[in-house]
Nanobody
Framework: QVQLIESGGGLVQAGGSLRVSCVASGINLERYLMAWFRQTPEKEREFVACVDRTGGITYYGDSVEGRFWISRDNDKNTVDLQMFDLKFEDTAVYYC??????????????????WGQGTQVTVSS
């Protein structure tokens, strides 16, 4: 059974930092492009960042570039999202996702094969 389990969400003040993590079981993350998406009740699921299999290629959504950093540890089967200078509009449920296609990046959530249950990040203004 494949599971992606996110952790590390919480409440933080605007301008603060937070790190969310995703650990996988049932799959070898080394074979997957990994990404973070986020969603609020008012919006569709939004691409945040992705990292290729080796960890050498990363892409970021325009709204987070320069503030968020995605990384992975294939030995630990984990992928992290470090968030700096958080803004009120970063408030959302953050989801970890895995894509088995052999591509260096993917922003379309429909292309991802596995999803975590999400972790809530709330930024107070």
């Amino acid at each position: 059974q494949v599971q992606l389990i996110e952790s590390g969400g919480g409440l933080v003040q605007a301008g603060g930092s937070l790190r969310v993590s995703c650990v996988a079981s049932g799959i070898n993350l080394e074979r997957y492009l990994m990404a973070w998406f986020r969603q609020t009740p008012e919006k569709e699921r939004e691409f945040v960042a992705c990292v290729d299999r080796t960890g050498g290629i990363t892409y970021y959504g325009d709204s987070v570039e320069g503030r968020f950093w995605i990384s992975r540890d294939n030995d630990k089967n984990t992928v992290d999202l470090q968030m700096f200078d958080l803004k009120f509009e970063d408030t959302a449920v953050y989801y970890c996702a895995a894509d088995a296609d052999f591509v260096p990046m993917q922003m379309d959530p429909d292309e991802y094969d596995f999803w975590g249950q999400g972790t809530q990040v709330t930024v107070s203004s």
